[in-house]
């Protein structure tokens, strides 16, 4: 009995292929580092990507070729990852707001052949170049007769113009690579506050499975009737698959550009209909200050997905009850694609007051179909999905990292892949990240929860931002330290906080110090850096007289 | 560079498993052959999959068995499909409604080694028993200790009942078997009108893919919130696969069993709150009949899927003006899994009139991701996407047929599978059935839809159903006979239809003559034969006096 269906791979080039068969007509807007808007179609991104292609086969550009990148979110981004997937290369997204030895390490490590980077990066290029003798051709996306990019000829001998490069070359079509679908087509480095980073290598198999679980209905529910802008970079896990799960569904696309202060994204989201945003929480507090700021509004954004780090619930509860904006709550790393868990409610939950709704939605969410979740105990033992219990966040699928680039082991010999957070799971599927579990707080053999802690605290209208760290105590061996930034204009007390947590956490919880600083340090990505604030705060010691602790019993 | 993502094959399997795990409350409704409503949830199924899967073992079913299924919609089946896909094993679901012999057959062509099979079909099973030297084993879907099923124990020497056989089993967990996932998980045959039948098999891969596919917002649009009901049956291409979309979403399934009457479904719908419901049209006459003659509506009814054979206008706008139901039309065989486009509007679409939004929503949609169309011309050229050009639709994808049970070609040699229909595809990738290529008629050199003519036809109020054949003509070569039922009650002359028809479809496309019958022959899955129809009206000469042929200029 040898029937069987089509042995087709997956690959990333037929979802653009697909987007051109049928939504030719469907738009991909940006905003350029030349200022303006630009303006195509799938169909126009097609052709475009064709030329793109012959281009680089004429560079010497094919095969598992590193294809460099330094750039906003926009169409020639867009072009570049899937020309690069077409020809069974890999696009490197590289981070520009990394520090320039950090990127020309990533970049020598990943042995890039080829970098295209934006008008912005020419000085950052300029200055890295000479570490970077693998990479044969340096792109400015732009062209040539723009008089401002000819300058950067000048700074970089020998550099290409990427509109001058595909102008030459035949559109239409062209005759795609053929390759097992696990063929690598992106790379991204994890921006880890410790050891080198890592290399996350991402397949054509793994990207399409992650853009067909990404775009269902309890996921972000993307269709052609969605018009996505996608804040979260491009460099940054492939702006969490929306380059690739919005062509699927031949919905538009709406890019950003470098213009990610709040009054360019309110504009854009007016100006083009979107329906449906994605970024980190420090993005829509930005966002956010503008339009309530100026007593503006939404007219078509629906909803906005947000990760990177937890949200707060303050901050749904504007979004959906000023604003009528639902906000989704996903979760990721650079290592699951990026994403693994979307909060989206069951019917169950209809009836929720609408405190109890925001402290769900709150939560990470439930596993997409494809990406399985456990949660561990220290003793290497499962841990009930009781939404009591805590451990270490396992997960596993085809959209998960097994081994960084350069052969650096990631999953674990059993197959699965510590997260490194320390999480809850409830009886209906939803995660909690508790904390990182290098951030944790083990105070008298208990856990305490930093991200609780501050998520509390952020909870308070005078507060932008809080820190929770552990430091020494000699009775409990850890207590918590808390370090906040008012809101402009803000005043408040130490005991006013505490009496402000004492009704949100556990009386022992409560931090036995709490610190009021200018800001907080934060990494490339826009992570808190708990790492600096453990250096700067290394002095601080409790005594055993700290009335907080003598509360616990 | 030796990075990459976790290489896990995609299991049948894991949908439950997923479901288990994220959705254990969610519920299974089945009205059973036992004629009472049998309640359950996904963590209950899992529980009783694991059961099975030890029962079959221990009966010597494994890897790449066939397991043989004579039952309709309901959890016993759903368990069949699992417990057979976890072992590596092949569920092979039987049409009862085909004659005993070929259902003989089939099971014989198959291979099937065990046979379960509902309480209907007791008397089928000993009537062809002797015919099935291959199965080692029947099982009835039941309890031995239910009267009524224990005396079919006499029939059948060596009976084995379902419930007996797993109760002494260990559930909750089971060690599944791991394989590649191109590994056979279902079987299905084609009721083809003419030839020996052909079987389809279902991989694990492709049944997974389709069921992402066919979840996302544009296509059913399934998420943990819906509660389906799939009125196709599960033995007909796995009820569109809905057994594994639904588990992937963690939706409530309802299965219909037995009772397909307009009256049964529509109970059904109402006190277990299905919001979406999937069947073939004649289904749907049914139950809109039961609606319409008491005055009814529908509480959570919100869309539904039809396919199998082309919506009429009449019932789309039936649904949606007088039950606020939206008629989704999806297109799709066996040799598809089945689902391979669906008709879901874009934005442009919102601005058009009800009448120009139900003439799009009768054509048969747009492809999923994964599934690539085209349509090509006689001498094989492929013909525009244009929505005028017609040709042979031809589709590939990975959930696409390349080789039929038995080693049996069935895509071309350049890959593409021939779905024998003839097509049009407009430039946002509408597909629009113009007819079966052996159903096309021929006229003076010019192709007659006969399909458009018949859903002309019946979208008069006073017809019920009405089929167009080609029949000899001495001067055009062949010419259109329509043959029609009338609706109880209704009465209509020829001429009064034609006049009808004149307003819309071409002069030289009107009925050269019309017939009415009491009844159309149907197949056992609810098609309408037209070669009977050929058989019967083999007669019919047209002469060349026609009026309507003299129209044509």
New interface residues.
Partial sequence: ????????P?RVI??LR?AK?????AEIVSRRVEGDIHRYTYADAYDRVCRLARALGRLGIGR?A?VGTLAWNGYRHLELYYASAGLGA?CHTLNPRLLPQQIAWIAAH??DEILFFDATFVGLVKSIRAQLPRVRHFVLLGASDNAEMADAADDIPGLLFYEDLIAGELGDEFDWASFDE?Q?CG?CYTSGTTGDPK?????N??TI?HA??S????SL?????DTALPVVPMFHVNAWGLPYSMP???GKLVFPGPALDGKSLYELCESEGVTVAAGVPTIWLGLLDHVRSRALSFSSLRRTVLGGSAASEAMIREFEEVYAVRVIHAWGMTET?PIGAVN?????HDALAPAERYRLQARQG??L?GL?MRIETDEGEAAP?DGEARGRLLV?????????????RA?RGD?W?DTGDIATID???YMSIVDRSKDVIKSGGEWISSIELENAAMGHPSIQEAAVIGRPHPRWVERPLMLCVLRPGHALTCEQLRDWLRERVARWWLPDAVEFLDELPHGATGKLLKARLRERFAHYQFQDTTQNSEDRS
Same sequence: chains 1, 2.
Wanted: hydrophobic share 40%; no cysteine; glycine share 12%.
């Fill in positions: 009995m040898s029937g069987h269906m089509m042995r087709m997956l037929d979802l697909h068969r049928n939504h030719p007509r598992d590193h890999v990943a042995g696990n690598a790379l290399g996350v290598v991402y397949s198999r793994s499975l067909y679980a775009a269902l209905p309890d529910g993307l269709s052609v009737r699927m569904v031949g694609s989206q409610f069951k019917p169950v439930r596993a179909f399985e999905h596993k699928g085809p959209w998960v990292v097994d081994t960084y680039a350069g052969s650096v999953a197959g892949f009886a209906d599927g």
